[in-house]
């Protein structure tokens, strides 16, 4: 998919990060010019200025006028399942009755090279049409799983973490495997995909619900052995969880600290969900570098829980939350989506979350969480250009909406409540378009 890249100019209103708006403020965290352009040649990102600068300076260079929709860095999806596709808005009655009715079966299947193909391409397809340009993902129990997801993703040149879900305890329909084979597989595939092309390696214990303490310790080797990596896995997703893996771990204080003392903790780990913790263990997560995976979708259709942005900030102002879709327990892959019921869930604290915070969560947080923000998750001279460009009057309601918007946080506010996927009208990976929005689809 890729191709011959000459320079080209990138024109339209444009948005970028010159701050943390939870640490400046709004107001002087975000970089906008309502006539921008972007320069990209070879996949990276040369110039960010006002349009008239960078059409002076570049005579010549191909135009794409996207008139007044708004360039941004694509989103950052920090936590997903790509197995989980077929099984997304499937009802239960919570976490534990979810995955032994739907997850558990649906990835069971995964063992079956062509059944991971075809979802890795849907779902590469999907994350393009949303927007999403680089996500965290988990594959299956299966090292296949895993080959076809990089497979998939390196045919498209996008930059995607993913690793092998590591379970041995609790796991039925031939889901299991042992300490040994959790780290022998996944050693096998870091060796293979990480850091080749632009894959990115997640060591993957799936929880500490299905994963022995040999386990545990095992993947806590591997991790001190290959540095770079990631790892991810699920933390105190509902209350019921948090009970029964103190019961499993009797010797720990916290869940948290299950995860810590196996030397799964520190920079480069993303806790998915992270609701039911309590202020110790959310300044052990501040103090160690790691990052939450804030996930509201999903928690609000599991009815997990409600995630309290603002008492983790309270407790840990330095804590680094991300957003996550966690499809398919989250039923979107919308990054509006996932923004609005990070909104919602603030209301719920009797918090307002500002549009500038939810879209710096949605990309630089998710890019920092993933040890990228060097070159991913924002709109500047030196990064990649994985970009989206969105229609900011997207349907004829939220055209009348933003006609009579205050201001432009306003018009942004409004995308976050109301959008969808017909407001991505472009997106870009690594300078190549991947995903261009026509007249009839819209
Ligand atoms: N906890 C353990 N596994 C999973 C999973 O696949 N999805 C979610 N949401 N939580 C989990
Ligand atoms: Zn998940």
Redesign the pocket.
């Known amino acids: 998919m890729k191709q011959d890249q000459g320079r080209f100019v990138l024109r339209g209103q444009t948005l970028a990060f010159s701050g943390n708006p939870f640490e400046v403020g709004a107001e002087d965290a975000v970089d906008y010019r309502q006539d921008g352009a972007v320069v990209v040649e070879g996949g990276r990102i040369i110039a960010v200025d006002a349009a008239t600068d960078i059409l002076k300076q570049n005579p010549g260079a191909p135009v794409a006028n996207y008139g007044d929709a708004l360039i941004m860095a694509g989103f950052i999806d920090a936590h997903t399942?790509y197995p989980?596709l077929d099984i997304i808005g499937s009802s239960s009655q919570g976490?534990v009755d979810w995955?032994q009715k739907h997850?558990f079966p649906c990835e069971s299947q995964f063992d079956d090279q062509a059944v991971a193909e075809n979802s890795a391409d849907f779902f590469l397809d999907q994350c393009f049409l949303n927007g999403v340009t680089t996500a965290s993902v988990?594959c299956t129990v299966h090292s296949q799983s895993v080959e076809s997801f990089f497979e998939a993703a390196t045919r498209r040149n996008v930059c995607m973490a993913a690793g092998k879900v590591c379970m041995d305890t609790n796991s039925s329909l031939g889901l299991a495997d042992t300490a040994q084979t959790a780290y022998d597989q996944s050693k096998a595939l870091i060796e293979r995909w990480h850091g080749e092309g632009r894959n990115r390696y997640a060591i993957t214990p799936?929880?500490a619900?299905?994963s022995s303490p040999a386990q545990l310790a095992a993947l806590g080797s591997l991790w001190r052995e290959h540095p770079t990596v990631l790892m991810q896995t699920?933390l105190s997703?509902t209350k019921d969880?948090v009970a029964r893996v103190l019961e499993q771990h009797p010797t720990y204080d916290s869940y948290y600290q299950v995860y810590q003392s196996f030397g799964l903790a520190g920079e480069g780990a993303i806790f998915?969900?992270a609701i039911h913790l309590s202020d110790d263990e959310r300044r052990a997560i501040a103090e160690s570098g790691a990052a939450i995976a804030h996930?509201p979708t999903?928690n609000a259709f599991?009815g997990s829980g409600i995630f309290d942005l603002d008492a983790t900030r309270h407790a840990a102002p330095e804590i680094l939350v991300s957003l996550a879709s966690?499809v398919g327990?989250g039923v979107s892959f919308s990054m509006f989506a996932t923004m609005r019921a990070a909104y919602e869930a603030a209301r719920f604290h009797s918090v307002v979350l500002h549009p500038a915070e939810a879209l710096w969560m949605a990309t630089c947080a998710g890019a920092k969480a993933m040890r990228l923000d060097d070159r991913l998750g924002n709109l500047a001279p030196g990064m990649d250009a994985d970009i989206v460009v969105l229609n900011l009057k997207s349907n004829p309601l939220i055209a009348r909406r933003v006609a009579r918007a205050e201001d432009f946080f306003d018009v942004l506010f409004a995308q976050i409540i109301m959008a969808d996927e017909r407001a991505i009208k472009a997106t870009y990976v690594a300078g190549n378009i991947v995903h261009q929005r026509t007249q009839a689809s819209t």
Do not use: V
């Open positions: 399942h989980q976490l995955l997850t988990y799936r929880f619900l299905t699920h997703e969880e998915g969900h996930c999903s599991m966690d327990a």
